[in-house]
């Protein structure tokens, strides 16, 4: 078996005062050793609660994350303490994720401290190291984060999470506080990473073209639910879902030429709070019949790799 | 900003930190500059007491009784004949530490309280909230003046006395800025790399917060050694033949009519430190947190 990470039926729900929030509601999905998963779908769609979850940042209300073969959503203390050194996150906002009281040096050595068994001299000949990976000048090490510009300091951040040698990062959006130039180089540096390092991602983003580029395969979410799973290429050639299909024709094209069909989806999205049981698309989808509004589609495996939850997948894609 | 080039000939760029860019904008405050003047003026001769008056503030002279000030005793003498001078500067050494331990007291018991509440949140923050609530609605001398007489006087009841008198001013300052810093990612961030709980809160969230607290400890200071002075004033504190400023106005009260230089020496000099630290309060206020003012 070589899936490092297995999520099944994970929810996660919150309490708020006008009822129960559906943040996570039930997905499931399977992510192989060295893969790259891109999870995308808009604001509130449930994208960084899943991320939260999968890392135990948040306690998820129901449902299993096996990690390399072991539950961990039912784990005590000390064995977490284990878990934290094999799974890291990279956070999206480069500003408020670095303690601006924290050097670059006492940013990125602050996990070995924390494991503990390190001498002062690993831990400085570490840093250094992880400096060089990421690509940060070993002069910066007693730079301040305000002095740094957001490339640079999502970089620490990078190091952060990669120097206790973890095998899985969630990437929390990791770019899209980025300049555009700089964005190439911060995915083109977590791929090299990934290379040397066999790393396996869970890359969340709302940036399309970002997921195109480094995912193997995409998860697109909806209100909480998984709508489409598939391989990355497959995806973009033949979208199956109603929203994925909207999703997808608002990427813009670079070529004059290219006639625009763009989907636009009316109507406002549901209100995850207490969700009725339909298809949480069905209020803005074009193809709702009846049967959209009063029950929830099952995810069907169109092709082995491919699944979507829509009742009329088959009908709309012309499939059989 | 310096360039230095060090043992491996690497360009090592020095950058102003955030503090030393702080202090820059606090010594070109003129006003919080001449503040600082008058308090490390009146420190340092409290600190001299013994060069100055060698004799002691309790050498009677009682041929000497009511002397005005003048030449020979510069701010004359009281009613056993003893030198108000000597009085004044071995009291302020009183006001002043009592005033200082006493802000420290309740700093140390208010940042830790206001830091657990704001981490925990909820419960924890709602039972050390009110609870503090409670003690800030009662006036801060009419709390000084329940615990004192609940202690007893002395300089150390005096100093927890007025200590606790403190502690909600401390929480508060405290507990809103860690409640924002609380939703930063890197908070977050410290979570995921096993921080525990006691490290989040000393290294990440407190140095964060220096600011506040070094402003309210300013402040706090000067409404202390008021504190102190007017519990002394009422009786209760420093008891005599110590001097304290506020025990040596009660005195001098006595004798307003006839001899009013004994309640103006000490009486100034009170005006003059609560004067002087509001004054560099401020202008460290402006100097740490430059959004502040405008």
């Not at chain 1, 961990?72 to 284990?82: A, G, P, Q, V």
């Not at chain 1, 180089?185 to 970002?210: A, P, R, S």
């Not at chain 2, 860019?21 to 001769?45: C, D, P, S």
Request: hydrophobic fraction near 40%.
């Amino acid at each position: 078996m070589n899936n490092i990470l297995e999520v099944k039926n994970l929810k996660k729900y919150f309490d708020v005062s006008s009822g129960t929030l559906h943040a996570v509601d039930g997905v499931s999905f399977s992510v192989k050793k060295g893969e790259t998963i891109g999870v995308v779908g808009e604001s509130g769609c449930g994208k960084s609660t899943l991320g939260r979850v999968l890392i135990h940042l948040i306690d998820n209300t129901d449902g299993q994350i096996v990690f390399n073969g072991k539950d961990i959503t039912k784990i005590d203390r000390k064995e977490l303490s284990n878990l934290r050194k094999d799974m890291q996150m990279i956070f999206q906002d480069p500003y408020s994720s670095l303690n601006p009281r924290f050097t670059v040096y006492q940013t990125i050595a602050e996990p070995l401290q924390i494991a503990g068994g390190f001498s002062q001299q690993e831990i400085s000949e570490r840093v250094y190291k992880m400096m060089d990976t990421v690509g940060l000048a070993r002069r910066l090490v007693n730079s301040y984060p305000h002095e740094l510009d957001g490339g640079r300091r999502q970089r620490i951040g990078i190091g952060r999470a990669l120097i206790l040698e973890p095998s899985f990062i969630v990437c929390d959006e990791p770019v899209s506080a980025l300049d555009v130039s700089i964005q190439a180089q911060i995915i083109n540096l977590l791929l090299d990473i990934q290379e040397e390092k066999k790393l396996t991602y869970i890359f969340i983003t709302h940036d399309l073209m970002v997921v195109k580029y480094i995912s193997n395969n995409i998860m697109v979410m909806y209100l909480g639910q998984m709508v489409e799973f598939s391989p990355s290429e497959e995806l973009f050639e033949q979208p199956l879902h109603p929203y994925t299909k909207a999703l997808l024709s608002a990427v813009p094209v670079p070529d004059v030429e290219h006639e625009k069909k763009r989907i636009v989806l009316k109507g406002e999205v549901t209100s995850p709070i207490n969700p009725k049981p339909c298809c949480r698309f069905s209020a803005r989808c074009a193809y709702a019949k009846d049967i959209c509004h009063c029950k929830s589609p099952e995810l069907i495996e169109v092709n082995p790799k491919h699944k979507v939850a829509c009742h009329f997948a088959k009908e709309i894609n012309g499939l059989e | 900003m310096r360039e230095k080039k060090n043992k491996a000939g690497v360009e090592e760029i020095r950058r102003r930190s955030m503090f030393s860019e702080a202090m820059a904008r606090l010594v070109r405050n003129k006003t919080a500059m001449f503040g600082f003047f008058i308090l490390v003026t009146v420190v340092l001769l409290c600190l001299a007491a013994d060069i100055i008056s060698p004799g002691g503030y309790d050498q009677q002279d009682m041929k000497s009784r009511f002397v005005a000030p003048g030449l020979e005793h510069i701010f004359g003498t009281d009613h056993l004949g003893r030198s108000m001078l000597a009085r004044v500067l071995y009291g302020g050494r009183n006001s002043l530490l009592i005033g200082f331990a006493a802000t420290v007291l309740g700093a140390a018991a208010g940042i830790i309280l206001g830091t657990i509440s704001a981490y925990y949140g909820n419960m924890v923050d709602n039972i050390i909230m009110r609870i503090l609530d409670v003690f800030n609605s009662i006036p801060n001398l009419l709390l000084a003046i329940v615990i004192s007489s609940a202690l007893g006087s002395g300089k150390v009841n005096t100093i927890i006395a007025v200590g606790i008198s403190t502690i909600p001013g401390f929480a508060r300052t405290v507990r809103g800025p860690i409640l924002a810093i609380m939703g930063m990612d890197y908070i977050e961030a410290a979570r995921t790399i096993d921080a525990k709980d006691s490290r989040i809160m000393f290294r990440h969230l407190l140095p964060n917060v220096l600011s506040p607290i070094i402003v309210q400890f300013t402040l706090g200071t000067a409404i202390s050694i008021l504190c102190v002075s007017s519990l002394s004033f009422l009786g209760m504190g420093i008891q005599p033949p110590e001097p304290e400023w506020g025990a040596l106005l009660s005195y001098g009260r006595q004798y307003l009519n006839y001899y009013p230089y004994l309640c103006t020496v000490p009486g100034v000099a009170i005006a003059l430190i609560v004067f002087s630290m509001n004054l560099f309060g401020d202008g460290l206020r402006d100097a740490l947190d430059p959004r502040l003012k405008n």
